[in-house]
């Protein structure tokens, strides 16, 4: 739906958001439009798997829509959406085996913003995103997002909950960890 | 670990994951799926409206029914411990 469409039905953004509120479904289903796709590509950054982040999507617009009335309009829908996608996100990576999610989407068929270093063993690409898999979800998460997808500490701060400290030390975790499990696969970064 | 140590493992990682497209969107509408949901979501208080309890509760209630009948004195007992 356009702007103008919305100013069309009244649906200009303070009023949607009230709309949106008070149950109209309308109004969700705007808002939907709005922002299906950066909720799925947050998601996608974090579970790497096309269709896991399809059914993830549904699941947050769905908990998006039963926490209505908990919603305040003064504040933007989309942080507000990114948080609820987030731990989404986590309740997924918690409930996965590691092995089960070393998928070929997680170390390279994913729609990439840049290819592969050639000069990096393939081998050791699969090793590293294998080691990767075994960290505690949380770790992951905070790594993945602020590493490898390289959004700002301040905004995985605002996703995860927690504060830029948090983020920092969860990193680091996790860079440390990760280097020990190379290490045991006899890997020296 | 140092921050040379550290940029390194950050490089490494960066390399064994590529970052996501930044306009990825899903391959399909998902606003029907989300339709759906919704009306499974409303068609399931109807089906939690009739009381249900699991069998074992049932057994235990049974039970001590049958043990309260038997033996009716033992009722200011179980009256004292509730």
Known sequence: MTDCARIELGMVPGTMLQRFRDGDLDAFEALFRE????????????????????????????????????????YPFGPWARRIATRVALDWLRAQRPEDELTAEMAGTLPSASEGNPGIAAEIRSKTALAFSRLPPSLRAAAILAVVEEQSHKEVAAALGITVGAVKLRVFRALRLLRKDLEKQGITP | MNAQDENRIKQLLKQSLLPVERNAE??????????????????????????????????LLGGVAVFVLSFPVTIPVFLYYL
């Open chain 1, 35 to 74: 922002h299906q796709r950066p909720v799925y590509g947050w998601i996608l950054r974090m579970v790497r798997n096309t269709a896991a982040a399809e059914d993830l999507t549904v699941e947050t617009f769905w908990r998006i829509h039963r926490a209505h009335d908990r919603f305040q309009p003064e």
């Open chain 2, 26 to 59: 899903p391959e399909h509408d998902l606003w029907p799926a989300v339709l759906r949901r919704l009306d499974e979501d409303a068609a399931a208080p109807h089906r939690t409206n009739s009381f249900s309890m699991p069998w074992f509760d049932w057994a």
